[in-house]
């Protein structure tokens, strides 16, 4: 008979003494062996852990744990930081292209003129021509101002009169020149 059968025998009450002590006995021997197995695992697992090694694993996580805190905060200012920019720079923009009044040709004509009369009050040797000036080189640079609104677009001609070069800067919302460089 198998052992099961016999256990259920002796939980009904239906066995006989020699299986009653056969039973009661290898009940005993399993909780012998169950005890012995615990008390050998609960060394290993619950064995006191090592100074050292707490505090080395504490100072692990604690630097784990602030480099992913600086990181996170870099993070948020760097978004901070875009959307305000964005912002900023997208104001100057919008007043910058709403603010347009001269065109880039209109503005070499200004530069043109503004530049010959430059020239001819201020270098008493100049000989140049209105009529034959060369647009060398051509810029429209943004410029942003303090007040955000006045933001404007200035066009940067490089001009040839003859043998005399010069720089002039027009604001594309005045109309306002300005001479950077004369060679």
């Not at 080395?56 to 760097?78: C, H, P, R, W």
């Not at 001269?102 to 001819?120: R, V």
């Not at 800067?169 to 020149?177: A, D, F, I, L, P």
Request: aromatic share 10%; net charge negative.
């Amino acid at each position: 008979m198998k052992f099961e059968e016999l256990y259920e025998k002796y939980l009904q009450g239906n066995c006989t003494e020699e299986e009653k002590i056969f039973v009661e006995g290898e009940i005993a021997r399993a909780r012998a062996v169950n005890e012995r197995l615990l008390s050998a695992h609960k060394e290993e697992v619950i064995r006191p852990a090592d100074n050292k090694k707490v505090k080395k694993a504490k100072k692990k996580f604690s630097l784990k744990m602030a480099m992913t805190a600086a990181v996170v905060t870099l993070a948020v200012l760097v978004v901070v930081c875009g959307a305000v920019l964005g912002g900023v720079f997208g104001t100057a923009a919008t007043a910058a292209k709403d603010g347009v009044k001269i065109s880039a040709e209109e503005g070499k004509q200004i530069a043109i003129d503004y530049a010959f009369e430059f020239l001819s009050e201020n270098y008493y040797n100049f000989e140049g021509s209105k009529d034959k000036a060369i647009v060398k080189d051509f810029e429209k640079d943004f410029e942003i101002t303090s007040k955000l609104k006045n933001s404007y677009y200035a066009y940067s001609y490089e001009l040839l009169f003859g043998r005399t070069e010069v720089e002039v800067m027009v604001n594309s919302r005045t109309g306002e020149c300005r001479i950077t460089d004369v060679d």
